[in-house]
């Protein structure tokens, strides 16, 4: 396989880069990698991956809530998620514009402020107690966690050796299953009460109904408080932190740039770009809807003597697991080929949700947990694979960009599973994402044939190169 050599830019090979006049450890290839992964800065974008896998957790309990306060159908929890991952998809592409104009570090900056922005909007929400209100607060929310995840998933590739781009992503993508947990922790013991609040409340008049709701909805405030103050010391300390560049660069050391025009020109062409665009839409409207529905699921199969927290513990486990499959994941990834890893993954996920789907009980719901152990390494080699096919660094930004837009299949597709299960039964309705992974497992399989040579062989590959 032909891998074009990384040459330095601004210094001799062995020489440590010089940025602004001060030494750094690492130094900045010119198609924006580096020879090194700084250990701090990464760390540092790493946790991003926790933050905003606390929000999305945290819709898990929102749906819940939400449902029961306002009384929604099935679907219409769904524009929960559709409030959230439409966010993403609208300004993923201003979100690159700005970094492309600024950089990775202040694309960070300003998430993390439109992030604290929405979580404050959850306090007057809670007051005027309308769910459209909730909706624009998450919308804003989303709107902050797409500046962070243009900037930070396509950073997390750059910060280290090319080769190992996939291996970086996975692994700050641990910290994602982290905030999974984190979030519905929060949930559970700051949002639920230890009830089932649909029986309670259907047990009331009206009018005490409306007045206990209101209550209740109030509860979703207590995790937004803590969140707020993590992102402001968040804020405080990437203003603080110096960080590589990672941008490509011309022969005479400058930043090198594309129009958009010419990206969207260069990646109309490439369709194995727009292959994996799909096969990311996909993907993340399954596992959304997978995890938008669990509670739910619990609730209906457990009867009402499951109560709200009861059922939390059944996404707790599932984040657990889910979890346990990325560390899985990321040692099989160093050892074999991804698209292997991937398509097995893929597809037994896709025979367990069968098992959702069918057999009875709560036999139903383990099944719905279990499945999560084959998510973990979905979305970040999905993107890593696709980004590489984007050969011209001078797009990598606006490419990381539409890549995110993907995560509108979060809006999407579970809309249709909550129409699925109004019209027949929630279990059913999980038939949906077992299509949807049984579509990506045949994705990695197409590219089967692209896919030569082991970690090891590229690790060898990569010293012949530098020797």
């Known amino acids: 396989m032909a891998q074009a050599t990384e040459t330095k830019t601004g210094a001799e090979a062995g020489q440590v880069a010089e940025n602004g006049g001060k030494k750094t450890p690492w130094i900045e290839f010119s198609n924006g990698y580096l020879d090194r992964t700084p250990v701090l800065q990464f760390a540092m974008t790493s946790v991003l991956f926790a933050i905003w896998a606390i929000a999305s957790s945290l819709n898990d309990i929102l749906i819940t809530q939400f449902k029961a306060v306002f009384s929604l159908s099935d679907l219409a929890t769904a524009f929960v998620q559709s409030a959230f991952y439409g966010g993403y998809f609208l300004i993923a592409i201003p979100a690159s514009l700005f970094i492309k104009k600024t950089s990775y570090k202040l694309g960070i900056i300003a998430g993390l402020s439109f992030f604290a922005v929405g979580c404050f909007i959850f306090f007057p929400a809670s007051r005027l107690v309308t769910y459209e209100v909730f909706l624009f607060a998450i919308f804003v929310e989303a709107i902050g966690l797409s500046f962070l995840e243009t900037s930070a998933d396509t950073y997390a590739t750059l910060m280290g050796p090319k080769r190992l781009g996939t291996v ?100 109309f062409h490439n369709g194995r770009f727009w292959k994996g665009i799909g096969t990311q839409f996909i993907y993340i409207g399954a596992q959304t809807g997978i995890w938008s529905f669990t509670i739910r699921l619990a609730l209906n199969q457990g009867g009402s003597s499951m109560t709200d927290r009861d059922a939390a513990n059944f996404m707790i486990v599932s984040y657990i697991v889910f979890f346990v499959g990325r560390l899985l994941a990321s040692y099989l990834l160093s050892k074999f080929r991804e698209t292997r890893v991937l398509a097995a993954f893929m597809i037994v996920g896709a025979i367990v949700l069968l098992g959702t789907a069918f057999l009875p009980g709560m036999t139903a719901v383990w099944f719905a947990v279990a499945v999560s152990l084959f998510l973990g390494p979905g979305w970040p080699t999905i993107y890593s694979r696709t980004l590489k096919t984007v050969e011209d660094r001078r797009h990598t930004e606006t490419a990381g960009a539409i890549i995110v837009m993907a995560l509108v299949g979060g809006a999407v597709l579970p809309t249709f599973q909550g129409a699925l299960s109004d019209a027949t039964t929630m279990q059913f309705s999980f038939i949906l994402p077992a299509i949807e992974l049984a579509i990506v497992g045949l994705y990695f399989l197409s590219e089967f044939k692209r896919d030569k040579y082991t970690p090891a062989q590229l690790k060898e590959m990569a010293s012949e190169e530098e020797a």
């Open 168 to 267: 970086r992503l996975n692994v700050a993508q641990t910290m994602n299953a982290l905030g999974l947990i984190t979030g519905i922790l929060l949930g559970k013991y700051l949002v639920f009460q230890d009830s089932n609040l649909h029986a309670e409340m259907a047990k009331m008049t009206p009018e005490a109904a409306k007045a206990y709701g209101a209550e209740q909805l109030s509860r979703t405030l207590e995790p937004y408080k803590y969140l707020l103050i993590v992102l402001a010391v968040l804020i405080i300390l990437f203003a603080l932190t110096k960080f590589p560049k990672c941008r490509p660069a011309t022969k005479e050391g400058g930043v090198a740039k594309a129009t958009l025009g010419e990206t969207m020109n260069y990646l």
